[in-house]
């Protein structure tokens, strides 16, 4: 532990950091270690394209979407706390947590991770899934195999589904209650290695 | 209730024992036996059927047995000739010697089904008790009977009986229909609980029962030494996949805990049988002459039944799916490719005396995507119905025969010490192994398994046949304590299926685990699930982690880019995995908006507008009641297709047959008229010319009211062709001829269209099977009331559309919404899932809804519209402008109005060349008239050319 906390501490705001997302020093100093492999210029920020470079994504049919969804609105860059921030959404729920209300809901609450996915969905960042981006990322995934009809008949058919206010747009509140039955926890996870 | 039940169970049983009994003074004088031998040799025709197995080397009854296995041989041989010696001609013979082997097994099998019929009876007392309690029970009672009737027990579970033909039909369809994704999400936990918890189980319990017999509590009777005690923990610590499935399935815990108590007792098998054989060849050699190499051995050869059985198991599941990519041609055999692989997978396997059960596992898990999608609708409903059923009664009769053998007072040895502490220790141990397990493993699971979770693995370690068939196996000369451990086995067996089999229910609820929901994904879940696959992976590859979700990628593209081109099908291969959940789901939500919300649909859009469409049917009320009659029973079929395999099959089946004995009701009081007119045609073809009949009537319709001359000269055209075709001079008839002849000019449009989009006509070949019980039926009966309501309908023409919309294409078809359903519901059905969804959906967004003026309906009812309501959009070709629209209707609607000219000639030139073929193919006629090639084209795209129609049509036939 106490090389490793040496190197935390090298890393501005580390703590702060794990007291926020519960990430432990090792996972802290991993994800900066990947942080500054994908942080080609060094300049302690990442950009749309640092992403590009890992390789495994650009087999990843939907990976555009989701390396936006890494960026606030209006933000070119992320840096390492934000970039931590939002892998912090994929850790499992602690379920012995003790859950007192006063704190803000951690990163990987159930709603967080939901709130996620969502944005990825979400484009334009308007609070809700149109009918073109929901078509976008089901083109993506579906790929050349489906036609636009087959795809517009899925996206229609989604949004029936989930539009309960009938704006033809899914909102968070919609696209939570559509998953509500779905292990979020489960599914939305992923283990950090120790 | 269930009193009476089981008395009435005891006379069949008494009745189909009698025979026994009554066979040898039949056979005694001629051959010589003693009436003993021979009841004993007729008794034991169950072992007749599988060879017992070298290794079974029985003492006590088992070698009197196999010695009365003997002489049966050579009595049979001896038979023949014997009936001679009897002097003249007997006009009864008795051949039971003759029928006997099937007879007896038929007539278990009927006990064992008809029990299962007694105990559901009552639904109270089945929520609280399980099926096979009840079955040990029954068994309990049969073996007494047949005890008392024989003064031995003649039946028991045999091993080899139970190895090669029982166990494997529950294993593969355990395997085949295993969730596979769930399976491999929960790998690592079942992997571990299967190896680690049952060689735990095992040692610990070997270990402590051999401290109990030096501690004095196990009796000095019970000549054990530790291998001895090793090998039965060994065969008593593996949790049972019968026994388990029995009892889980009933009682419905969430999907996780199932997969991992289910998938732990398949895959501990491997673990069984490697330290069963290695301590039988321990307990051979003597524990003195054991080195220390033959340990190392122990291991390399779990290694080898474990790794080798999963490779044999996935070599066929290979070979399995790239059969069924070839099997386009031979639809019917289909199914029995899966049971035969599926079945060598697991013989291969004993074969190299490989771990079976996971071989087969494997295999089924390996297969089941592949084939499942390169397999017709049909074979698929064929393999999941037939494997369930094999499993059933497999399982029935795996607890019947545990209940009976346990009746057998010479396998008995009593040793209370022995089986309480048996008892204790396997409940013991399991429960610490599952904690402790559980303990390193939640440091590494996403979801750890809570204390709840923990309790219901503990009380669900199982045990059942494989230990009792496995310590049936022993031999008695090496294994002395043979007969006290077959005791034990049957006191475990017997104590964790009744007893816990019993509690778990109650424990669970108490509980209250978490429940499994047999509710189906919806279209936003399969969605965001795959989203949720995407963003895993990609956050995985960004965090620089290789984990589950990295390798799973891998394997899916590993999947896409070379397996998948190697086992499905060019046609299959293009799918997409998510449209075809889109399509189950729309199906799914169609079936059942019909079926409840028939009335609504009815008032909202479909109301039958023309009198004679509503005479058409005239006991029809709504839609459901309509489509009931009309097939909506294959429908539910496509539903029972969806169903979470394992739940409510039997429910399910028997709602399908309630529905299919009502079909076409209306339809056969004709069918003495015209079947002999007509080679019994496939299910498809009947259906589409069906189709066709419905269409025509409702083009009937507007065609009368516009044209009713012209309308009048072709049916007195009809009326002479009808009436020379057929000796039937009746009106009804003729005009059915009529409908028949005009419809292949319009329909043939839309299943081109069909074809082009979709350029899928293998799944149409669905031909073979046809799962309706219903007789084949000749494809031209009509409703007695429809001709009646026929003659009438031109003068009821105000409730026909106004001459100037039927011309319009759309018009014709929505003005009477009725036969629109019914060619949507035929579509549905006969055909699968892709042409018909695809099509009335794609039509739906290709055009801007010209029938009916899109107003806001309830999504239910809109989706239901796409059943109905925009049919005839689908004439035009998907993406084409409305422009094109009206043109193609156009070409739609010349057809029928020049054809009866054209068809005139045609036909009186078809008289000439012989009434026979004419009445073979009523459609051929209008299809010839090439006035219009392309319309031409399309109907020879469309209707059955005789070449290739007769074929297709006489496959079921032969059957």
Redesign the interface.
Known sequence: MGSSNSSVNNIPNAQELMQETGFSAAHILRLHERFEFLDKHKCGQLRPQDFGAVQELALNPIGDSIISAFFSPGQETVDFASFVRILAHFRPTDRNQSRDGAQQEPANSSIRKLKFAFQMYDQDRDGKISRAELLQVLRAMLGIQVTEEQLQSIAERAIQEADLDRDDAISFDEFRKSLEKVDIDHKMSIRFLR | MLLLGLTLLLTAAAAADLPDTGAPPLLGPGLGFSPSVSASASAPPLLLLPQPRPEYGAPGVALARSAAEEPAVPAEEEEGPHHHHGGGYRVVQWEWSYVQTPYIIAIWLLVASVAKILFHFSQRFTTVVPESCMLILLGLVLGGVVLIANKKQLYQLEPALFFLFLLPTIVGDAGYFMPARLFFDNLGAILTYAVVGTLWNAFCTGFCLYAAKLLGVIDERVQADLMDFLLFGALISAVDPVAVLAVFEEVHVNDTLFIIVFGESLVNDAVTVVLYKVYISFVEVGVENVQTADYFKGVASFLIVSIGGTLVGLVFAVILGFITRFTKKVRIIEPLFVFLMVYLAYLTAELFSLSAILSMTFCGIGANKYVEANISQKSRTTVKYTMKTLASIAETIIFIFLGISAVDKSKWAWDTGLVSCTLVFIFVFRAAGVIGQTWVLNR?R???L?KIDQVVMSYGGLRGAVAFALVVLLDGEQVKAKDYFVATTIVVVFFTVMFQGLTIKPLVDWLKVPRS?S?KP????E??????D????????????Q????WR?KWE?FDKNYLSKLLLRKSVY???E??EA?QK??IRDAISVIDQGGNVLTSARLSLPSMASRASFPEVTNVTNYLRENGSGVCLDLQVIDNVPGAKVEEDTETHHVLAENLYKPRRRYQSHYSRHFMPLGEKERQDREVFQRNMKSRMETFKSTRHKRHKKERSLKKRRGSDAKEDGSDKPRRNVSWQDKNPVVVPVESEEEKGEHSDPEKEEDVGITFVARKAETPKQRPKSVPAALDGSPLASPSSPPSGDSHLPWKGSVGSPPPCVSVEANKIIPVDLQQAW?QS??S???ISSPPVPAEPVH?RV??LSRLGGPRPASYTP??STAGSTSSIGAQVLQGPFCFPERNKKEEEEEEEEGGAVQEMQPLMSSLRPPGNPCVYLRSLVMAPSPGSGEPHSRGPTQL
Do not use: C, M
């Open positions: 590494f996403l979801v750890p809570d929901t509710r919806t279209i936003n879940e969605i965001h699930e795959r989203a949720f995407h963003i895993l992976t990609a956050v995985e590859d960004i965090a620089g982690l984990g589950y979700h990295h990628d593209q293009r799918k997409s998510l449209w889109y789901i729309n695809n959906i794609s739906l967004e290709s999504p809109s989706a998907p993406g």
